[in-house]
């Protein structure tokens, strides 16, 4: 912060707002659904923050200050942008052989974000998943800012009237409408997600299928309903028999790929690296987000902005073909 803060005034002040920089970034990542634009939003509170930091007179706390703050920020980049969404949001499901049309504009998508929001209780975690972050896209922004702020943040009924300069009827009543326009968007609430260690055994298994292009492993391990989408394609899919006529048709250049996990979205996930034409080693290909159920995996999550989203997630760049790095296990 001392880059923004003009040398050393008020160091304690600095200290204090920047304490809030993680939580912050989960709640503008929630509010506009893409983590690069939920940094920057982030900076602009910092500087905001500081700039105005002698009109903060103590009647409200810091917290609550700086979140005023990072709504505006918020509210002021939604205003001209578009919805953000997931491919299952804008079509129905493709034949799995079927070739994915013209991909889209990157600003489209709601994109992945990197760790699972360790500022966050635990129940607060599942809403960052993508099919949340998603959902709320569709309510309006200052709607959508309550919801986080309540649901999400446990921020009081009168912490949200003040740093909406509004009244705690008012908050509640929005909050009502939110919650009503998320459940019809959202779908029922799946109260059956696995222990971490089921969700990482699972995973695992999935990586080395995945690996080997073991198809009948594959099928064992998805979901009957389970779906597989492709941002920046609008394609996706759902059921076992059009996934696997994906993976083994238009797809099936994936074979003896190299996963490496990594975590987004407060779930596993990987960098895949398909084996290079001219072999000399494995290129990065997509980030895949696993979701699960039970003990199945419901959902495969394909994002192909590997420029962008593997320098986020600390993956390597391409892979040597003698690296050992991603390589499956043998059998047994």
């Known amino acids: 912060m001392k880059d923004l803060v003009g040398g050393d005034r008020e160091p304690e002040t600095a200290v204090r707002l920047e304490e809030h920089r993680a939580e912050l970034t989960g709640y503008c990542y929630r509010m506009l659904g893409s983590y690069a634009e939920a940094e920057d939003a982030v900076q602009e509170t910092m500087v905001r923050a500081w700039r105005n930091v002698e009109r903060f007179e103590g009647r409200s706390s810091l917290r609550t200050w700086v979140y005023r703050i990072a709504t505006n920020v918020c509210l002021d980049a939604l205003a001209a942008a578009r919805r953000r969404a997931l491919p299952m949001d804008l079509a ?39 099919a949340f972050v998603a959902a709320l896209q569709h309510l309006p922004p200052k709607q959508r800012a309550t919801l986080i702020l ?60 995945f690996s080997r292009y073991d198809m009948e492993e594959l099928n064992m391990l998805l979901h009957v ?3 597989l ?15 696997q006529a994906w993976l083994t048709g238009p797809a099936v250049g994936c074979r003896g790929s190299r996963l490496i996990p990594t975590t987004a979205n407060g779930t596993p996930a990987f960098g895949q690296y398909r084996p290079s034409s001219d072999g000399t080693g494995y290129e ?22 590997t420029e ?23 059998p047994g």
């Not at 699960?292 to 999550?301: L, P």
């Not at 391409?318 to 043998?330: M, Y």
């Open 92 to 130: 129905e499901p493709s034949p799995g052989a079927a070739l994915p049309g013209a991909p889209e504009d990157a600003a489209v998508w709601v994109g992945p974000c990197p760790g699972g929001d360790p500022e966050a209780t635990v129940a607060a975690g599942e809403s960052v998943r993508l």
């Open 150 to 209: 309540r649901d999400v943040l446990a921020f009081s009924a009168r912490e949200v009237a003040e740093l909406h300069s509004s009244t705690v009827a008012s908050v509640n009543s929005a909050l009502q409408r939110a919650r009503a326009t998320l459940a019809a968007h959202r779908g029922p609430v799946d109260d059956t997600r696995p222990p971490d260690a089921v969700r990482r055994m699972l995973a695992e298994r999935y990586a080395t299928a």
């Open 225 to 227: 309903d389970a779906t």
């Open 229 to 243: 989408c492709l941002p920046p394609y609008a394609k996706w899919m759902r059921g076992v028999p059009d996934i």
């Open 284 to 305: 990065p290909w997509a980030l895949q987000i696993i979701e699960f159920s039970g003990d199945r995996i419901t959902g495969i999550n394909a994002f192909r902005d």
């Open 308 to 330: 962008r989203l593997f320098p986020l997630f600390g993956l390597p760049a391409r892979l040597d073909p003698d690296s050992s790095v991603g390589r499956p296990k043998d």
